[in-house]
């Protein structure tokens, strides 16, 4: 008699459960099976671009300022069934940094006045990059529950504007390599570099992206865009180590 009352109660708490489950479905107006819809986005852009690992001549990163800016984006999503789809979009961003960094050895090349020299850098570094585009994601999507949604895969992103410039200065530049002309270079007279012109045009990476249902219409979402490619050119050798984008984007999406 005690196993079956057992039992008897295990079925009843699975009904219940079941049925509070699909209370929740209702309540947060989200598809049992296939459907299709749309999540128009709005967010902010925070990162920065990097090599990685940070290699042995950056010594130390005094000043990191994240200099984002908004992001629009559409997004478009078909579910197969309950669990999992399909979702792709167009997102329009601004990201950027600015950075302060000590270095030694650092191959680098500058522009002093008229003149243009390239060696080993010893002292402090600032950047600034900055890059505005559009990204073209293609993510399989995971229904964890009726509010969330995990999202991951690959994107493409065409740049529209590109800035990587900054200056070097408490230091001294070994002209060639590091056994070459000594030049100084002091805080109140930098040198300066920008390399805008040699950064791609198209980057790309894997996104991972979370939804979260504040309402039956309103979501809060969290995306970061893994860059795979360096965002300079192949034959760009003045800087010898790849810089990777690494940016997230924290927003509002509304539901269709």
């Given amino acids: 008699m005690k ?17 509070q489950a699909e209370d929740l479905y209702e309540k947060w107006n989200t598809p049992r099976g296939t459907s299709w819809g749309f999540l128009l986005r709005t967010g902010y852009v925070l990162g920065g671009t990097s090599p990685m690992p940070l290699p042995a001549e950056i010594r130390s990163i005094g000043r ?17 069934n309950k669990r999992c789809g399909i979702m792709t ?8 940094m600015n950075t302060g960094a000590t270095v030694k050895n ?4 500058i522009q002093m006045g008229e003149d243009y020299l390239e060696g ?10 900055f890059m505005s585009g559009f990204t073209v994601p ?4 995971f229904r964890v529950s009726p509010r969330w949604n995990i999202n991951i895969g690959p994107y493409v992103s065409f740049l529209m504007y590109r800035d990587f410039e900054g200056s070097v200065y408490d230091g001294y530049l070994r002209v060639g390599d590091p056994t070459g002309e000594k030049v100084e270079i002091s805080k109140e007279n930098p040198a300066t570099y920008n390399f805008a012109d040699d ?26 865009d893994w860059g795979m490619n ?15 984008p690494l940016y997230a984007t924290f927003g509002i999406a509304y539901l269709y």
């Fill in 64 to 80: 990191f300022n994240p200099e984002g800016g908004w992001a629009i984006s559409a997004d478009f999503y078909n579910m197969f």
């Fill in 199 to 224: 950064m791609r045009r198209v980057l790309w990476g894997v996104e991972l992206g979370a939804d979260w249902k504040i309402t039956r219409r309103f979501t809060a979402f969290a995306n970061l």
């Fill in 138 to 141: 293609v993510m399989a999507t």
């Fill in 120 to 129: 080993m850098f010893t002292g402090t570094d600032e950047t600034k990059t």
């Fill in 106 to 109: 650092y191959k680098m090349g």
């Fill in 89 to 96: 979009g167009v997102h329009y961003f601004m990201e950027g």
């Fill in 3 to 19: 196993k079956i009352k057992y039992l008897l109660l295990l079925v009843l708490s699975l009904t219940v459960w079941n049925a």
């Fill in 230 to 244: 360096s965002v300079f050119k192949s034959d760009f050798k003045t800087i010898d180590f790849p810089m990777y």
